[in-house]
């Protein structure tokens, strides 16, 4: 948004406004602010959002913002266990028993696999190697697989049951042998901590102004599951100290970006709580 206001005469009436898909069912509004934006035009668009039927949150400039920020690494993950030979249906299904509405690889086929992946390469370019995906999607958008839009994805959109079957021949596209050797709890839990640590580094920085907008984002935004409180208030229930530890063991175990933030160190030094 600050690149769009940077040649504008009047930059402090330029906002950004972005919905979530499908916008007639998702009650997220992320109000964008970039540096040179008055208190008024953010004050106007919020009651804008809001006569929309929407819940704003207003969240600072920056790439991916916050939601789709936060589910990046998510997605990445989820991607990831793929190549590793979880089979589709043993990672959606893990995260919907978490209490996702829909697993991640549903997730991308139903937003475009094109889109999903477009984001990518900005994210890794404003915040580094930890937002990398496999370079192995590059074969899935080759092969024309945009996902739900052109009935060919992950998913297959034919027969009886549209969406509901995974395209098998997605693995010998991508070279994997399905096997499941995970458990659902892993599968979950490696997923959702690279959401959380996301989260916290969002606060850090000020992309979110609290913890609340944070939690409000995730379950509006992206459907974290609500009887979780979303993503501060689950972390503060697992304990801050206990998200820490399986940050640190899956940095030593499956990959150095896992790291726990600087935010969540702190905070588990000082015995500190979000809420």
């Known amino acids: 948004i600050g690149q769009i206001a940077e040649n504008a005469a009047r930059p402090e009436n330029v906002i950004g406004l972005h919905y979530f898909s499908p916008v007639d069912k998702m009650p997220l509004a992320e109000v964008i602010a970039h540096e040179k934006t008055s208190d008024e035009t953010i004050s106007t668009t ?105 009935g060919k994805g992950f998913y297959l959109y034919e027969g009886k049951k549209p969406g509901k079957e995974v395209d098998e021949s997605i693995y010998s596209l991508l070279n994997i042998e399905p096997s499941s050797s995970k458990s659902e709890k892993e599968i979950a839990e490696r997923c959702v901590l690279m959401m959380l640590n996301e989260a916290a580094r969002c606060l850090d920085e000020g992309v979110i102004r609290s913890a609340r907008d944070g939690d409000i984002g995730a379950i509006f935004g992206i459907g974290f599951p609500p009887f979780l409180g979303g993503p501060f208030h689950y972390m503060d229930s697992m304990g801050i100290d206990k998200v820490v530890e399986k940050l640190s063991d899956y940095a030593q175990r499956v990959d150095e970006k896992f790291a726990p933030c600087e935010l969540l160190t702190s905070m588990k030094a000082d015995g500190k709580t979000f809420y």
């Not at 929407?54 to 690494?73: E, H, Q, S």
């Not at 997730?107 to 404003?126: F, R």
């Open 46 to 150: 919020v009651e804008f959002a809001r006569k929309q039927g929407k819940t704003p949150v207003v969240v600072k400039d920056g790439a991916g913002f916050y939601v789709n920020r936060i589910l990046a690494p998510y997605m990445n993950e989820a991607a990831n266990l793929l190549l590793e030979g979880e089979p589709i249906e043993h990672i959606d299904k893990s995260l919907v028993k978490f209490g996702f509405p829909v697993g991640p690889v549903k997730l991308l086929d139903e937003v475009g696999i094109d889109v999903g992946t477009k984001i990518i390469p900005i994210l890794v370019d404003a915040f580094g190697d930890r937002f990398t995906a496999p370079s192995a999607f590059d074969k899935v958008l080759d092969d024309g697989r945009k996902g739900k839009k052109n």
